[in-house]
């Protein structure tokens, strides 16, 4: 028989969004309480108000809490990146942090500090290169937003155990990458990014909530590559477009094109990562989606999502 679940009070800041409240459903699953930050006023529980800019937050949200899960930021793609939305990404990253860590010296009982992260903090000079969390972090903007969230992330430990989740390109119906890579490919619009060779690591929304859950469950400690495997943005687009049932005529987008639409952020799509996950697979977790087909049939065909 396995190791039988603690049961947490679990709080989230962040939990409204599209992995918050995916992990939500995880926990609950799971047996913990779950407890979620919300800037709104006068919610009603579980969601309890707070507010990182006022340095506010209610009292009721914190009591017997043991394990903080921080997934707040502004989206890193949803915007082009301007020297304003570059302060707002770091920000709405850095401040929620400092702050929970303010309150954290009034919560006795927490125990553990889970904070989302990135994969894109790895350099990305050599794409041969695979890499594990050892492995030095780049000098572009994002890997500085990476650096700088866990900086503030570790201002948790010794005290509390902290877990940073290293996030590769989230899978999923609801929106992100995947929305829009086959709003393109529906639009007859679809092609391959710049070479198409570049890898990027990915995850499915349901297996990226499952490794919080985990984390939770086993008390994990220190930086975890979150993702299923790395694949190449040409096989990608191919895939999805086969899995939708819509052709693929048109060239490869060229870089410059990508450089002119996007400025600096083209990074994103046009900087290849292969990333290591053996670390969180020695853990014992274990992906419920481990290949793309695998991950496009759970999206498009599996009606039970839950």
């Known amino acids: 028989m396995g190791k039988s679940i603690v049961k947490r009070t679990v709080l989230i800041a962040g939990g409204s969004g599209l992995i918050g409240k995916e992990i939500q459903k995880e926990l609950k699953k799971s047996g913990h309480e779950v407890r979620v930050l919300t800037r709104k006023e006068n919610p009603k529980p579980p969601y309890f108000h707070w507010s990182p800019k006022e340095k506010k937050i209610d009292k009721a949200a914190i009591k017997g809490v043991h394990v903080i899960i921080n997934v707040a930021g502004a989206g890193i793609a949803d915007?082009?990146?301007t020297d304003k939305r570059k302060e707002v990404i770091l920000n709405s990253r850095i401040k929620p942090t400092q702050f929970l860590h303010e309150i954290s010296q009034n919560i006795p009982s927490l125990i553990?500090?889970?904070?989302?992260?990135?994969?894109?903090?790895?350099?990305?000079?050599?794409?041969?290169?695979?890499?594990?969390?050892?492995?030095?972090?780049?000098?572009?903007f994002l890997s500085t937003v990476v650096k700088r969230w866990e900086e503030v992330a570790d201002l948790f430990?010794?005290?509390q155990k902290v877990v940073k989740v290293r996030t590769g390109t989230v899978l999923t119906e609801k929106g992100g990458a995947l929305d829009k890579i086959s709003a393109t490919i529906k639009n007859y619009i679809g092609a391959p990014l710049g070479s198409g060779e570049q890898k990027m690591p990915w995850i499915t929304l349901k297996d990226i909530a499952r490794v919080y859950v985990h984390a939770v469950n086993h008390q994990l400690d220190g930086a975890y590559n979150a993702c299923s495997t790395n694949i190449k943005n040409a096989n990608l687009t191919k895939a999805i477009a086969k899995k939708i049932d819509k052709p693929?005529?048109?060239?490869?987008?060229?870089?410059?094109?990508?450089?002119?639409?996007?400025?600096?952020?083209?990074?994103?799509v046009l900087d290849g990562l292969?990333?290591?996950?053996?670390?969180?697979?020695?853990?014992?977790?274990?992906?419920?989606?481990?290949?793309?087909?695998?991950?496009?049939?759970?999206?498009?065909d599996e009606k039970e999502q839950g």
Request: glycine share 4%.
């Open 79 to 81: 915007k082009r990146w």
């Open 157 to 159: 430990s010794p005290q």
């Open 112 to 140: 553990q500090y889970i904070s989302a992260s990135g994969i894109n903090c790895y350099c990305t000079d050599n794409p041969i290169k695979i890499h594990k969390e050892t492995d030095k972090f780049g000098s572009d």
């Open 274 to 300: 292969r990333i290591d996950n053996s670390k969180l697979l020695e853990t014992g977790f274990q992906f419920k989606h481990k290949t793309i087909d695998e991950a496009l049939t759970y999206i498009y």
């Open 248 to 268: 693929l005529f048109l060239p490869n987008v060229p870089s410059f094109a990508l450089k002119l639409a996007l400025g600096e952020m083209a990074t994103i």
